[in-house]
T-cell receptor, first 109, second 114 residues
Framework: KQEVTQIPAALSVPEGENLVLNCSFT??????LQWFRQDPGKGLTSLLL?????REQTSGRLNASLDKSSGRSTLYIAASQPGDSATYLC????????FGAGTRLTVKP | DGGITQSPKYLFRKEGQNVTLSCEQN?????MYWYRQDPGQGLRLIYY???????QKGDIAEGYSVSREKKESFPLTVTSAQKNPTAFYLC?????????????FGPGTRLTVT
């Protein structure tokens, strides 16, 4: 059964810093991996979707990479802003979606 | 605007009562999903449906029931058999193109049972 782990569980950084969030998974036979943002008490907003054949995807200040062989994905956030404060979840799809518990990010002004 | 709506946003029920959570989408997506989220945990799949009048159990289906009579709608009933129903419930949908799909989520319903 696929297991998805996100480390760290929480992260606090000063505004302007570049940061990396990590996601690891146990079964590398995946179809795709999706990164989401969740604000408190809200639903999930899709940030990036990486297909299994891709190595990375970029959207604005966000860059997600995928290394299937090592079972890892990273979400890189450049020049962080207080508005980036949220919980970030990764989800791995190998015929059903498995979610990590998320990393709660706080960006301090 | 296209999207997924869930209602109500907050729901309070007494123990022993069944309750139905609504999920509607106008994205013309084939598949719909119900997840449960508890503090500090990842989302766990309750039920999913890939086509009208068909649905499958997820990892934690016990104490829940669903129906899929219309493509746009996938209501979830939390029955009195569910031992710990208090949680945040999220509905999602996706288009099915092989297995290359992206999930879109509704705003969630927070259910509190006392």
């Amino acid at each position: 059964k696929q297991e998805v782990t996100q480390i760290p569980a929480a992260l606090s950084v000063p505004e302007g810093e570049n940061l990396v969030l990590n996601c690891s998974f146990t079964d590398s036979a995946i179809y795709n991996l999706q990164w989401f943002r969740q604000d408190p008490g809200k639903g999930l907003t899709s940030l990036l979707l990486i297909q299994s054949s891709q190595r990375e995807q970029t959207s604005g200040r966000l860059n997600a990479s995928l290394d299937k062989s090592s079972g890892r994905s990273t979400l890189y956030i450049a020049a962080s802003q207080p508005g980036d404060s949220a919980t970030y979840l990764c989800a791995v799809n190998n015929n059903d979606m498995r979610f990590g518990a998320g990393t709660r990010l706080t960006v301090k002004p | 605007d296209g999207g997924i709506t869930q209602s109500p946003k907050y729901l309070f029920r007494k123990e022993g009562q069944n309750v139905t959570l609504s999920c509607e989408q106008n994205l013309n997506h084939d598949a719909m999903y119900w997840y449960r989220q508890d503090p500090g945990q990842g989302l766990r799949l309750i039920y999913y449906s890939q086509i009208v009048n068909d649905f499958q159990k997820g990892d934690i289906a016990e104490g829940y029931s669903v129906s899929r009579e219309k493509k746009e709608s996938f209501p979830l009933t939390v029955t009195s058999a569910q031992k710990n129903p208090t949680a945040f419930y999220l509905c999602a949908s996706s288009i099915l193109a092989g297995v290359i799909y992206e999930q879109y989520f509704g705003p969630g319903t927070r259910l509190t049972v006392t």
